[in-house]
């Protein structure tokens, strides 16, 4: 368990309170030394638990909506987290699906990649989260070559 000092407590509401976008909130929490203090210092497990308790409460104050975004930012940083998907219902803030897709490019090293054919390709399979493999077809029926640019 990790304590945060009220300085950093403060630090946290303001970033809230002054962000009006949520990559706003998302870059000004991402620098704050609690942030990483509480990625660093918590297990996932305890981080997904304050989470969980945070957004349950019914009624929620601008203190309250704040810490749940840094243990958000948290999780999804943290190095135990190696999934692409967030262990924690990030659906329970107003930004925080947002927060996983910043997270996704941000922490995980996510890559472009160039799609080259000479037909008109035809999606074989796709879903609303990444999938393990997606195979696409050219308009002969051959697979699709994807080359990934770093």
């Given at each position: 368990?990790?304590?945060?000092?009220?300085?950093?407590?403060?630090?946290?509401?303001?970033?809230?309170?002054?962000?009006?976008?949520?990559?706003?909130?998302?870059?000004?929490?991402?620098?704050?030394?609690?942030?990483?203090?509480?990625?660093?210092?918590?297990?996932?497990?305890?981080?997904?638990?304050?989470?969980?308790?945070?957004?349950?409460?019914?009624?929620?104050?601008?203190f309250?909506?704040?810490?749940?975004?840094?243990?958000?930012?948290?999780?999804?940083?943290?190095?135990?987290?190696?999934?692409?998907?967030?262990?924690?219902?990030?659906?329970?803030?107003?930004?925080?699906?947002?927060?996983?897709?910043?997270?996704?490019?941000?922490?995980?090293?996510?890559?472009?990649?160039?799609?080259?054919s000479?037909?008109?390709?035809?999606?074989?399979?796709?879903?609303?989260?990444?999938?393990r493999?997606?195979?696409?077809?050219?308009?002969?029926?051959?697979?699709?070559?994807?080359?990934?640019?770093?």
């Open positions: 368990m990790i304590t945060l000092t009220r300085t950093e407590r403060m630090a946290i509401v303001q970033s809230y309170l002054i962000a009006n976008t949520p990559k706003s909130l998302f870059d000004s929490l991402r620098r704050l030394s609690a942030v990483q203090r509480l990625r660093s210092s918590c297990t996932l497990a305890y981080l997904v638990a304050a989470f969980d308790r945070t957004t349950a409460k019914a009624r929620r104050s601008e309250v909506i704040a810490l749940a975004y840094a243990y958000l930012l948290a999780i999804l940083n943290h190095p135990e987290n190696t999934s692409i998907r967030c262990p924690a219902d990030s659906s329970r803030l107003l930004w925080g699906e947002q927060f996983e897709e910043y997270a996704r490019f941000a922490f995980k090293g996510f890559q472009a990649i160039t799609i080259e000479l037909g008109s390709p035809s999606l074989i399979s796709s879903s609303a989260r990444p999938a493999s997606t195979t696409l077809l050219d308009s002969a029926g051959r697979p699709i070559a994807i080359s990934n640019h770093a």
